[in-house]
């Protein structure tokens, strides 16, 4: 049993281990081949704001004068930038008339080091020209408009930016024709979701709209917030994820080039750890497509494109609607109920944020974690209550893994002799030894079976305490763990980092859970495993190990690896108490006359 025990341990660590090697590996799909055909320009009316060229498209035609239409009849285009804030009670927005577009987005309700979280994140000073929400004219790859707009202010929340374009069809000069492009914002008090309407209108003189296959590509990017170092897709990471007829699906995208997803989904997302963006399309015909493709002073990107088609018409209004804050019930199950100012029902936003194969059990941990916290007003503490509901909930199977420990130990004598007997012979051993098992009414993987049941409970309780929003910024000990979704710190000498494991900061924690680990394999290591071997190197090496691995995690992780381990040795003890008696009669049994195999004939003695 010693021997199944220990294949049992290292099978659960390798499960684990391969668990998050595979999370974090992305497979990079075929580029999307744009189907080569003429391309008409589009010149804009006044000049704007110079772009970098792109490989992939032509760059903008010199530009043409034109006037505004409408209540701003007579007035010349803008020619300067001009930038707009639109407060709420929710997120303060900055918008620019250089392409209409937002250059940041920032959650008035949740911070990220002392300010609030910067959901459009465009990285260094070397990437200060990112802006999301941009309109390009052709597809993904297609550079996007960045000239000045007219501003028109509908409200104290609404606002829309307009400018003429001059199509030129083919190389025919003088086929040329005006149309005009719009982008209305519209936000609302107390929402992070917002509506944007993108309007193309040709008049008289643009039928169709054409270019490269679409009409227009919406944009974001570079990246959601908030600011962060690296993306190692554990403790920091982007999902990409669509919504198709009612199932949520996990988008594997490449650095190859943009992922274009013909089906038509409800919504898509790019989901950060606790912050998320989900974009809604209210239109008959799009593509949507996701790129991580890099850029100056950015690490890591995360965009998201909503292809619109070709349109044969003159001309079409198209309605998005963004949701763009934080991954968290309160915020993301009003969209289910239908109380959002928007009506919407059904949603399912919040699959966002519980996903993985253990997500039902996650979300069941996750309702008693928050009765906890209501209980006592303390994420630190409601962990350690969970973990010790779930050790009293699981001591039947860890008392019945010890039972069925110590029941192998007694048959062990036995089936030492079956395996000397029958060593030879290893088909005839495993028939004796089934039967001999049979006999006794005992099934060898009742001391495993315990165990194993045990590992969808770790990765659920692993997965909630490493995302749960509500660990965001929760202080458990004032002083020394101020936010449970980071690593604690006692001393903090950046910016200097030790060679090789790149370390700037002095923890605890992590010397808590190796004492911690180093107790528990003593407590629940049975006096015959204390000259195995293998099972020193399981008890000294693997903490060690586990400590390097573990020093950099959220210390709410560790808060409840430790617990778990406390608790754990105080029921191993409890159990080793019970037991007592039972394993003095074994040992007692075992060190006496070998008892013959009962298949074995009995030998008379001669007098």
């Known amino acids: 049993m010693e021997k199944r025990t220990l294949l049992a341990v290292v099978l659960s660590i390798a499960v684990i281990s391969v668990f998050y090697i595979i999370q974090g590996i992305f497979f990079p799909p075929p580029a999307a081949v744009a189907p080569e055909r003429e391309q008409s320009q589009v010149t804009e009316s006044s000049a704007g704001p110079e772009a970098s060229s792109s490989a992939e498209t032509p760059a903008l035609s010199p530009v043409l004068s034109a006037e505004a239409e409408g209540g701003d009849q007579g007035k010349a285009a803008a020619v300067a930038e001009e930038r707009i804030t639109i407060d709420t009670a929710l997120i303060t927005v900055v918008l620019s008339n250089a392409g209409g577009d937002i250059l940041s987005y920032k959650l008035k309700e949740h911070d990220d080091q002392g300010e609030p979280v910067e959901m459009v994140f465009a990285g260094g000073p070397e990437a200060a020209g990112s802006r999301a929400f941009t309109i390009a004219f052709g597809d993904a790859n297609t550079r996007p408009v960045s000239s000045y707009f007219s501003v028109r202010r509908i409200s104290e929340y609404s606002l829309e930016f307009y400018r003429d374009f001059v199509l030129s069809s083919g190389a025919n000069a003088g086929e040329e024709g005006r149309f005009r492009l719009t982008k209305r914002y519209e936000f609302k008090p107390a929402e992070y979701m917002f509506e944007m309407t993108v309007s ?22 570079p990246q959601i917030g908030p600011s962060f170092e690296k993306l190692d897709q554990r403790y920091e990471y982007r999902n990409y994820y669509t919504y198709v007829n009612g199932k949520l699906r996990t988008e594997k995208v490449g650095n190859s080039g943009p992922l274009i997803i013909g089906s038509r989904p409800a919504w898509a997302a790019i989901a950060g750890k606790y912050f998320t963006l989900i974009g809604v399309p209210y239109i008959s015909q799009y593509d949507v497509a996701f790129s991580t493709k890099t850029e100056p002073g950015i690490s890591s990107a995360s965009r998201l494109y909503f292809i619109r088609p070709a349109l044969n018409g003159s001309r079409t209004e198209d309605i998005y609607r963004f949701y763009l804050g934080p991954k968290n019930q309160e915020s993301l199950g009003i969209y289910n109920t239908g109380k959002n100012d928007y009506g919407l029902q059904d949603m399912e936003f919040l699959k966002v944020a519980s996903t993985g194969f253990w997500a039902p059990l996650e979300i069941v941990l996750k309702w008693f974690l928050m009765i906890f916290y209501r209980i006592i007003p303390n994420y630190g503490i409601a962990i350690i209550l969970l973990t010790l509901l779930v050790k009293v909930l699981l001591f039947p199977l860890t008392k019945k893994s010890s039972e069925s420990t110590l029941r192998m130990q007694a048959l062990s004598p036995r089936i030492k002799e079956i395996q000397e007997k029958y060593k030879e012979n290893p088909q005839k051993m495993n028939a004796e030894m089934a039967e001999f098992y049979k006999k006794e009414g005992y099934n060898p993987l009742s001391g495993c079976l315990p165990m194993l049941l045990q590992i969808p409970i770790f990765f659920a309780m692993y997965s909630l305490f490493n995302n749960h929003f509500d660990l965001r910024g ?43 680990q180093l107790l528990y394999g003593k407590v629940t290591q049975t006096p015959d495993q204390q000259g195995n071997s293998q099972m020193k190197i399981m008890l000294y090496a693997m903490p060690i190990v586990f400590f390097f691995i573990l020093y950099d995690v959220p210390s709410g992780l560790l808060v409840y690896w430790i617990m778990s381990n406390v608790l754990t040795m105080a029921q191993q003890l409890i159990i080793n108490k019970y037991l007592a008696p039972k394993r003095a009669a074994i040992a007692s049994s075992n060190h006496g006359p070998v008892i013959a195999p009962r298949t074995m004939p009995k030998k008379k003695k001669k007098k």
Do not use: H, K, Q
Not at 205 to 218: E, I, K, P, R
Not at 501 to 509: A, C, E, P, Q, Y
């Open 474 to 516: 929760a202080m458990f000990i004032p002083g020394w763990i101020p936010d449970l979704s980071l690593p604690e710190s006692v001393w903090n000498f950046a910016p200097v980092r030790l060679p090789i494991l790149g370390w700037s900061d002095i923890r605890i924690l992590p010397f808590v859970y190796v004492g911690s």
């Open 200 to 221: 193309l209108d040709g008049r008289n003189s643009v039928s169709s709209f054409d270019f490269n296959g679409a009409a227009y590509t919406l944009g974001f990017g």
